[in-house]
């Protein structure tokens, strides 16, 4: 499923192109993706220029001088297409301008198209109850004291929770864990305040990084231009199991709800 760094490597690709166009068009080739598509969206959206584009934890956010804003969830296979030469069977929401056209292309349709009042985007019921951006000024290492106090549940439990911390994923919490050398299994009450600020810029540091390649390519993942996202060749644990750790030891996995967990018990305590 594409995470943070993959919305955020499409928010930027899109850029480029869709700030300051006018949307002339839009098309919808079927009713719905994981839901229908809300009730007037090509009315709405034809005729609006876009002003802005953003992110909101795995939420790409389209904004328009209208005073609303475009949400979309990428799912476990989306991706936007940009000036396609054919539209596909998977092509389901199709926008156009006057140099462009980009199709939301989503094989297994576990995406979303939402269309929110912009001053409204915090009350949003999916927006409501979310922590802070992992890569913005109130994500520390005091924020994650305050929320950990007196809590036995693991420590990659409660960064999986999007309640503690906006958009973060399996992947890029394995990987924080290993760099920060905290066992994912640890309780996160018994984690030191100078082990959290390890913590917050080790989780920075991943994001950053899997932005810069573009994402770790999952299957079907690709940026906006096609081009994959390379930052799985810079897995560090996630995906190595049996593999040798740097530190001597072996990367294991264990599974919990059928998602996988890779860590080194030598070196993460």
Request: proline residues 6%; positive net charge; glycine residues 10%.
């Amino acid at each position: 499923m594409p995470e943070l760094p993959e919305v955020e490597t499409t928010v930027r690709g899109l850029t480029p192109v869709l700030k300051g166009q006018v949307i002339e068009r839009v098309t919808l080739r079927r009713a719905d993706l994981r839901r229908p598509f809300p009730e007037g969206l090509g009315q709405r959206l034809t005729g609006a220029r876009v002003t802005g584009l953003g992110r909101r934890a795995k939420y790409g956010l389209i904004d328009t001088d209208r005073g609303d804003t475009l949400i979309f969830h990428l799912g476990m296979s989306g991706r936007w297409r940009i000036d396609p030469e054919e539209l596909g069977k998977h092509d389901h929401f199709v926008v156009e301008t006057a140099k462009h056209r980009l199709a939301l292309n989503d094989a297994r349709r576990f995406g979303s198209i939402d269309l929110v009042p912009t001053d409204a985007l915090a009350e949003w019921p999916a927006f409501k109850a979310l922590g802070p951006e992992p890569l913005g000024p109130d994500f520390s290492a005091a924020h994650l004291a305050r929320v950990f106090k007196d809590r036995i549940a693991p420590v990659k439990a409660l960064l999986l929770d999007q309640r503690t911390v906006a958009g973060l994923g399996n992947i890029y919490v394995c990987e924080a864990l290993y760099l920060a050398r905290i066992a994912p299994t640890r309780a996160a009450g018994t984690i030191t305040k100078a082990r959290l600020e390890k913590l917050v810029v080790a989780v920075r540091e991943v994001l950053e990084a899997a932005i810069l390649a573009g994402g770790s390519t999952l299957k079907d993942y690709a940026r906006p231009d096609g081009e994959l996202g390379y930052f799985a060749k810079q897995w560090r644990v996630y995906g190595r199991e049996g593999e040798p750790c740097e530190c001597g030891g072996t990367v294991e996995r264990r599974v919990n709800s059928g998602r996988s967990t890779f860590w080194c018990p030598r070196c993460q305590k």
